[in-house]
């Protein structure tokens, strides 16, 4: 598991937010440049991407949100999913299809503009649909740096992710979107070992409960890595994790594991206890 400095997550953060402001900003001749260059961060930048890769993973109907009739030539309807992650894993995949030269988007937007201005169709492409994605992204990115970064010296990778989608692998993570694609390919490694030496390091529960939470972590680990995990199972494991350590034990499972599913099982069990 990589850690990162807290100074260097700032400043990857700070030069991201730059990327999205010279791409909003860029005219004709420029917006190409300046799209290549906010795509090589997503990939290039350890942090960035730790955070926006698994948008990547996102399956994308293009043909779906670019509505033609049968046999149309131009786009009827602009029909962006209402998820804004699928928001913005259309407009992330756009973006480096652009960046390598497997989409001109020039044609594109001129397909769903239909105006004569060729920099018109990709200035309002840009104003319509990626300034709102772009927005919300770095508010999650700001409430990142307050949630997670302020404060502390070094950041754990799981730490920053946001996103949960597609086919990762994974034996850590936090900020879980709860009911949002719940069927995801993870699998899980160390769990038990994870949370075990959180649970250690910070003291969360007595010494004599130690044991109790190891043979627990380990059923978790056993339940989730199931193709189809009992919902009901999971939640009883929250309960019996509960009963033990309180709120303060399931946000130490919370930020180990990284998968919706469980994160609904402590939601469960958290609103049934307040």
């Not at 009911?179 to 030496?197: A, F, L, P, R, S």
């Not at 056993?222 to 189809?228: A, C, D, H, S, V």
Request: proline content about 3%; some cysteine; hydrophobic content about 35%.
């Amino acid at each position: 598991m990589e850690n990162f400095i807290a100074k260097d997550v700032k400043r990857s953060v700070r030069k991201f937010e730059d990327a999205v402001q010279d791409i909003l900003n860029s005219g004709y001749n420029t917006y190409k440049a300046r799209i290549i260059r906010f795509i090589e961060i997503t990939k290039n930048d350890p942090v960035i991407n730790s955070i926006v890769s698994p948008l990547y993973d996102i399956k994308v109907d293009f043909d779906q949100i670019h509505y033609k009739s049968p046999g149309g030539d131009w786009v009827e309807e602009l029909r962006l999913p209402t998820d804004i992650d699928k928001q913005l894993a259309y407009v992330l995949q756009i973006f480096d299809s652009v960046a390598s030269n497997k989409l001109s988007l020039e044609n594109l937007t001129f397909e769903i503009y239909i105006n004569k201005n060729i920099w018109s169709n990709i200035n309002s492409w840009l104003i319509e649909v990626v300034q709102p994605c772009l927005r919300e992204l770095l508010y999650r990115l700001n409430d990142l740096i307050e949630d997670e970064v302020e404060g502390k010296d070094e950041i754990k990778s799981s730490s920053l992710q946001i996103f949960n989608y597609g086919s990762i692998t994974a034996s850590q993570g936090s900020n879980i979107a709860l009911g949002k694609d719940i069927q995801q390919t993870v699998t899980y490694k160390n769990i038990t070992n994870e949370i075990m030496d959180r649970v250690r390091n910070e003291k969360t529960v007595s010494d004599d409960k130690l044991e109790e939470v190891e043979q627990i972590s380990s059923d978790i680990q056993e339940e989730i890595n199931k193709t189809e995990p009992s919902q009901s199972k999971l939640k009883q494991f929250a309960g019996k994790l509960y009963e033990i350590g309180q709120s303060g034990l399931l946000k130490v499972t919370n930020t180990v594991i990284q998968d919706p599913r469980w994160g609904q099982a402590v939601a469960d069990t958290l609103m049934n206890n307040f």
